[in-house]
């Protein structure tokens, strides 16, 4: 199964796709869609939208998943935020994609073992769980590590299905 990972944010977004085959991770490719905080609004929505259709036709994930936003002391930048993750899940919805969301914390739980990880730990282990995806930004690093979190419950619910049938 492929996954598509997606570390939300307005003037830049991060992206990684993962292979899962049974237990394995592969990674397949990580990227950064980048607006211009110049831009009008709604053009640096337009921006994410289009780059992230660009994503599922060129890799062809077949699930998706997302990090959820925190609660920022500033009400504005949650807005901004907040209307730049509607669009980001948005678009896999209407490619067909089913959506996970997922917590920073419990993304953090699931790839590093503590949900107060910082976010250097959460880099160096998806460098261990996936050697070859080389150097990658901050931004992909946590976006691969929302596609491990959603493959790891992907696979749990799976398993309980599986169990109580």
């Given amino acids: ?18 292979n899962i085959n049974g237990n394995a991770l592969q ?9 211009n ?4 609004m709604a053009r640096r929505l337009a921006a994410l939208h289009h780059g992230l259709i660009a994503v599922i036709d060129e890799w062809s994930p077949v699930e998706a998943a997302i990090e959820e936003t925190f609660v920022n002391k500033n009400p504005a930048s949650a807005l901004k935020l907040g209307q730049a993750r509607g669009v980001l899940l948005c678009v896999p919805a209407l490619k067909g994609l089913d959506v996970g969301e997922y917590s920073a914390n419990k993304v953090k739980k699931s790839v590093v073992g503590s949900g107060h990880a910082a976010k250097q730990q959460v880099g160096m282990m998806i460098k261990t769980l996936l050697p070859a995806c080389g150097t990658i930004s901050e931004d ?8 491990i979190t959603h493959a790891h419950y992907e696979a749990l619910g799976k398993t309980l299905l599986r169990a109580n049938t």
């Fill in 140 to 147: 992909e690093a946590d976006a691969l590590a929302v596609a």
């Fill in 27 to 35: 990674f397949v490719a990580s990227g950064l869609i980048r607006t």
């Fill in 1 to 18: 199964m492929r996954v598509l990972g997606i570390d939300p944010g307005l003037q830049k977004t991060g992206w990684g796709i993962i």
């Fill in 37 to 40: 905080p110049k831009e009008a």
